[in-house]
């Protein structure tokens, strides 16, 4: 152990050198000796020592209370002062400087010893509670924690913190010298004192945890409160430090919010998680993982392990699981996939697909093992039907070509036939003559009239019917309709007519020239059959949400009707029945058919009407329309006195849309605002567009400049989205940018300002919208209105719905009995129709072509909720829902389900109603 440097500073050589020999003896070392105030503080600067001996009386200037001023400036060091005098002039000197002790001349070696151990141990004392108060005082400002000391009547006497917490309340003023229910709110307050009383009670620490509501926000405490003793072991008060929380608990609510979300999604997905802890030999699952193996609740509840697994997974697999298993852990591979069968408790086989992966310890043994199972039983079953599908693909094409050879072939002599009965017409012919020439012309408008059936036929077979919606006028169309067919009705001393009731829109978005198309096979038919009386077409309106109209056409005549045996063999392929007169009408017997094909390809149902007894047959068909933008008519002249009240809104326009139909018509809008209007096909040609604006810049051929873009949100090549965050990198200012959609749900929540466009429209456009969104945001404030929410419904509400609305059945039945009408006809109607749908559906899902499946699924909501298939209607709902969103791997998951549901109905529908008949009479 080190020794004690001591300084001794005595003018008198005898009393230093006695001092010197006592400390010695004491085992203290001494350095050097001063005799005067100089020489003392300059060896005190140059050894340090840990304690000095300083006479008061000194020669010189300075006397030894002036040293010692001087050298504890800079220096922590006990002084024992050495004095003759002890007069209160004196001792008040000495006591200002605070010395360590003093000895009165003369004095003995017992006194100079005691009085040298306790300074040095006093000073020793004094550095080691500086010490820790300062690491108690540091300790406390690094921590954001706060620590109160409450004395036995509940009372704040000290407040520690390292940071000031936003909290007002918990500044030092508002805490000290106030009770706990002045600081605390009056529930906190409660909890407080209680666990101050459990402290107080039970002598050992106690925690309490709460939160405090102010100023709109919330925060979160955790305190703990511990007995504060003194030297005596008594009691006076409690420490309770204070943590805030907040954060912690925010994290906690994120993190199970971010689990909830997980399950949600893994199970709305189909996907099965589990975690195999080899050390703990644990397993944990999720509830889908259970339910994708079909294990029971008594195997969950005795702790599923692997063992268990291997057990379900088919007798075949079992070994190359093991082997897969056995290579992945002694390879120590981090990933690994498997597919595999399973047996379910009922022994049926489905397909699994499993994916891992495995972390190892240091050692290289397993740890963790965290395993995805998703059930591809339908994949794999789609396998051979993909092979199915591709044949059938392949046969098609192979049919369309040569029919499109037969056409190639037969329409070139009929045409050279055609033109040689023209000439012959123009010559000199007899009667005789004249009747031959006019059955060859019927002869070859009647071979015209097969082909077109045939290759119309065989385009819809092969799939290559494509649907090509436009804005048309639905009034216009009928009236050209009347002026063709009426000379037609006119020979046959019939009345033809039609009838559109004022709430179907003027202008309407479908395929034109199909609709055309069959009006005009049905309106044919109808001549065709009626010898008096008339022939009717009328429009109305089924149903109407938002811009989607179901509209009605039915085409009714007063002919002689149709047996009730033979409506079912009318939409057959190649069939036709007799009239009346037992003449067989001329035609391929496709006409009804190929009608069916087109009103199921856009959407729609067709169906009949007829008794036979009370004459006459209506023909009907619904579709699915949009309601177009523009509704304005060529006739109307106080629309038009409408366009001209409003302000030219001059400005320049880009307009981003694919569709050639949207770009004319919105530019024709636009052109009659007073807009000068630019066309990009898609985001790439927008981008490089706006590019050629800024290298422009020396204004050679005029500065291009866009006071606003309307931008569709899906387009090839580069989406709308993709496009607006190319443009905002590029260019610091962009003028404000409307996205133009058909999805709903992008414009709910105005989640388009979330993707950065300033305003949206939801096609399609409608003039007033867009004109008044153009005006806001070129220069007027814009305002925002609330988009329809969309229906919610899930997977988990399918099961809750029954599989047949008995209401909208027994309305079903009512009617077919008021008719007359033989209910099981249209039940194999629906049939028919169903398993059409889903052979194209699946040629949709093979081709990748995302309107057609559309097309068919709104085709299914139709079906089935006419025929109060409920189950199967929500499950076409939620696909249809998919597609809208562009989610169609999502919407192509569902087709299994969708062909359950449907084999359920068809199932109930006949053990209730067609085996039944005595049911079908309620």
Request: charged fraction near 30%; glycine fraction near 4%.
């Amino acid at each position: 152990m080190l020794k004690k440097n001591v300084l001794i500073v005595e003018d008198d050589a005898i009393i230093a050198n006695f001092i010197q020999l006592k400390l010695e003896e004491m085992g203290y070392h001494v350095p050097s000796k001063a005799r005067n105030a100089k020489q003392a503080i300059e060896m005190a600067e140059q050894f340090q020592p840990d304690l000095i001996l300083m006479d008061v009386m000194l020669e010189g200037e300075m006397d030894g209370i002036q040293a010692v001023e001087e050298i504890t400036k800079t220096l922590d060091i006990p002084v024992i002062y050495l004095t003759a005098s002890s007069d209160e002039n004196t001792i008040g000197r000495l006591m200002k400087t605070e010395p360590h002790g003093f000895l009165i001349k003369p004095f003995d070696d017992r006194i100079l010893s005691s009085a040298v151990h306790i300074a040095v141990y006093r000073h020793k004392t004094k550095k080691e509670l500086f010490d820790t108060k300062e690491m108690l005082r540091t300790t406390i400002e690094s921590i954001d924690d706060m620590v109160f000391s409450i004395d036995n009547k509940g009372m704040f006497t000290h407040y520690h913190s390292g940071n000031k917490h936003q909290l007002n309340r918990f500044q030092s003023e508002n805490v000290v010298g106030k009770s706990i229910v002045e600081v605390f709110p009056a529930e906190v307050a409660e909890k407080i004192q209680e666990s101050f009383q459990w402290v107080k009670d039970f002598k050992e620490p106690h925690s309490v945890e709460f939160k405090i509501e102010e100023k709109d926000n919330i925060w979160w405490f955790r305190t703990k409160l511990t007995l504060r003793k003194d030297l005596n072991g008594n009691v006076p008060g409690i420490t309770m430090v204070m943590s805030d929380i907040t954060q912690n608990k925010n994290m906690h609510q994120e993190l199970r919010v971010s689990q909830d979300k997980l399950n949600e999604a893994q199970n709305i997905a189909g996907l099965g998680s589990c975690d195999i802890f080899y050390r703990e030999n644990k397993v944990v699952c999720n509830d889908m993982y259970f339910k994708l193996l079909d294990i029971d609740d008594k195997i969950r509840m005795n702790n599923f392990t692997e063992e268990n697994l291997l057990e379900i997974i088919h007798p075949e697999d079992r070994s190359r699981y093991k082997m897969l298993k056995k290579r992945v852990m002694e390879e120590e591979m981090n990933e690994f996939s498997i597919n595999f069968r399973v047996l379910d408790r009922k022994a049926n086989v489905r397909y699994v697909h499993m994916a891992g992966q495995i972390r190892y310890d240091k050692n290289g043994e397993p740890e963790r093992m965290t395993n995805t199972l998703q059930d591809v039983t339908w994949q794999k079953n789609s396998e051979k039907l993909r092979q199915d599908v591709e044949l059938a693909r392949k046969t098609a094409e192979m049919k369309q070509r040569f029919f499109a050879r037969l056409s190639h072939e037969i329409r070139n002599p009929v045409n050279g036939i055609t033109g040689l009965l023209q000439l012959l017409e123009r010559t000199r012919l007899d009667e005789e003559q004249k009747s031959y020439t006019q059955a060859l012309q019927v002869a070859s408008d009647t071979l015209l009239n097969l082909l077109n059936d045939v290759l119309d036929y065989s385009k819809i077979e092969s799939g290559m019917m494509k649907i090509k919606p436009c804005d048309f006028s639905v009034r216009k169309s009928l009236k050209n309709l009347q002026t063709y067919f009426t000379p037609i009705a006119l020979e046959k001393n019939l009345e033809f007519r039609y009838k559109v009731p004022d709430d179907i829109p003027q202008n309407i978005v479908a395929d034109e020239s199909k609709i055309l198309q069959v009006l005009n096979n049905l309106i044919s038919n109808a001549l065709k059959f009626t010898r008096r009386g008339f022939v009717e077409v009328r429009l109305s309106t089924q149903s109407r949400v938002n811009e989607e109209l179901n509209l009605l056409v039915e085409v009714e005549d007063s002919g002689s009707g149709i047996k009730s045996e033979d409506q079912k063999e009318l939409f057959k392929d190649f069939s036709q029945l007799e009239n009346e007169t037992s003449i067989k009408v001329k035609g391929s017997g496709l006409g009804l058919s190929i009608c069916r094909q087109l009103v199921t390809l856009m959407g729609g149902e067709i169906g009949v009407r007829s008794d036979e007894s009370k004459k006459g047959t209506t023909f009907w068909f619904t579709l699915p329309v949009l309601i177009a933008a523009d509704q304005t008519h060529n006739d109307e002249k106080t629309t038009e006195g409408k366009e001209t009240e409003r302000k030219n809104l001059n400005c320049s326009v880009l307009l981003v849309e694919d569709m050639i139909v949207n770009q004319k018509v919105i530019k024709l809008i636009l052109e009659a605002m007073g807009c000068n209007v630019a066309v990009a096909s898609n985001g790439q040609q927008a981008v490089e567009m706006f590019r050629e604006t800024a290298i422009n810049a020396f204004n050679i051929f005029g500065r291009i400049h866009y006071d606003i873009i309307l931008m569709d949100q899906m387009m090839p090549v580069l989406d709308g989205l993709t496009a607006l965050q190319i443009l905002k990198k590029e260019h610091e200012k962009l003028p404000p940018v409307i996205v133009l959609t058909a999805d709903e749900s992008f414009a709910q929540n105005n989640k388009y300002l979330e993707s950065g466009f300033d305003d949206c429209i939801i096609k399609p456009v409608k003039t007033d919208d867009l004109y008044q969104k153009i005006k806001n945001l070129t220069g007027q404030i814009q305002t925002l209105t609330n988009e329809e929410k969309l229906e919610v419904f899930s997977l988990e509400s399918v099961e809750e719905k029954p599989v047949i609305n008995n209401t909208t059945l027994d309305l079903i039945i009512k009617n077919a009995r008021q008719n007359n009408f033989d209910i099981g006809l249209l039940f194999e109607s629906f049939f028919e129709d169903m398993e059409g749908i889903y052979q194209q559906s699946l040629t949709a899902i093979e081709m990748n072509d995302h309107n057609a499946l559309r097309l068919i699924v709104m085709t299914v909501k139709g079906l089935s909720g006419n025929m109060g298939a409920s189950q199967l209607h929500l499950v076409a709902k939620l696909m249809d829902r998919y597609i809208r969103n562009d989610q169609f791997e999502e919407a192509t998951a569902l087709l299994p389900l969708l062909t359950e549901k449907y084999s359920v109905f068809k199932s109930t529908l006949e053990t209730q109603y067609l085996k039944a008949p005595a049911e079908t009479e309620r």
